[in-house]
């Protein structure tokens, strides 16, 4: 017997406690204890699990600094690549295809 076992029985409320104490041979005071134990407990767990997300390396900040950087660097040359005339484009396409 275990006390989890005895409080999973008591908390959906189809036995009573004195069915629950009868059953596993405990006092019934002893089973709304374990019952009241086990929802703070349980409350306790839902809270540790909503609670702040383990930090992810990958965002530390040299590394997005950087990140920044290169999309400041691909931002400014589409900007420029804007700005030529079509010819130009074309030419640097046709240049480059095989």
């Known amino acids: 017997m ?4 005895v409080a999973l029985e ?3 409320g189809v036995k009573t406690a004195n069915e629950i104490a009868q059953e596993f041979g405990v ?3 002893q089973v709304g204890l374990w019952k009241k134990e086990l929802r703070e407990q349980a409350a ?5 699990r909503c609670g702040s997300k383990p930090v992810d390396q990958s965002a ?3 590394r997005l600094y950087s990140e920044i950087g290169r999309l400041k660097m ?5 900007k ?3 700005d030529k005339s079509i010819e130009d484009r074309r030419h640097w396409v046709s240049v480059n295809d095989p």
């Open 2 to 5: 275990t006390t989890t076992k």
């Open 10 to 12: 008591a908390i959906p």
């Open 27 to 29: 006092h019934p005071t």
């Open 44 to 48: 306790g767990l839902s809270d540790a």
């Open 60 to 62: 530390s900040p040299e």
């Open 74 to 78: 691909v931002l400014d040359w589409l």
């Open 80 to 82: 420029k690549v804007r």
